[in-house]
């Protein structure tokens, strides 16, 4: 009669503990990569509807682009243009997204804190103005805060006040960690035909250098590294 030999208890014991240390060691990196391709596809889907958004009130309106909502004219050799029609700025979003909550203050839908890159904190009332802008929620889950800039520049030599930028906070999970800009936390315009868009023109020569550089900017640089990695789209492909 043959032997049938199997492995012993403390053989078992032995490879079970190889595997266990094995996948200690694998597993955060697993679900961190799991987690990272999460929000990045929340991401990519936060700002298409965004960009949709705009593009179907243009439609919708008859508008060829959404500076027409400016209230502009020239006088003295100057273009002056008002932000008056901000309410107009939140009709387009309550009339093409899907809202569940339209926010009384930026807190009541963002995290009440979030890191930069490097781990410093900062405070969501001293970032975003309430008084000044709009903050929705949507039923994906995810957040903006959107506010219609009026800044002076100079193009062409013409000064401009009232340059079109609809400035905008994204949060992509709402109060759900991680809370980190370049994660799950985003600020970007919508140019005036609708298009997701930073002041940044290229990510490696802009943002070398982010000491002591505002949230601002941190969160732009941030926001346009993913618009060229991830979107695959530059600023010269736009123009």
Known sequence: MLDKKGFTLAELLVTLGIIGVVAAM????LIG???????????????SKISQAATTYMANNGLYSLSSLYDCYEGNSKKYCTNEKIPTIQKMIETT???????????DCFPETFMDETGKNYNIDEIIDDEGSTTYKFLDNYTIN????????????????GQFR???WLDVNGKSSPNVVGEDIWFFDIDE????????D???????????????????CATQKFIENKLNISQNNRN
């Open 26 to 29: 694998t597993l955060p990196t």
């Open 97 to 107: 997204m899907k809202i569940s909550q339209k926010c009384e203050k930026a807190q």
């Open 202 to 220: 290229d990510y490696s020569t802009e943002c070398k250098n982010l000491t002591n550089k505002s949230i601002n900017k941190l969160a732009e």
């Open 146 to 161: 959107i506010t219609l800039n009026n800044e002076d520049v100079t193009v062409d030599g013409l000064d401009i006040f």
């Open 166 to 168: 609809i400035l905008t």
């Open 193 to 200: 035909v609708g298009n997701i868009k930073t002041p940044v």
């Open 33 to 47: 990569a799991v987690e990272e391709r999460i929000l990045e596809s929340k991401t990519k889907n936060a700002m």
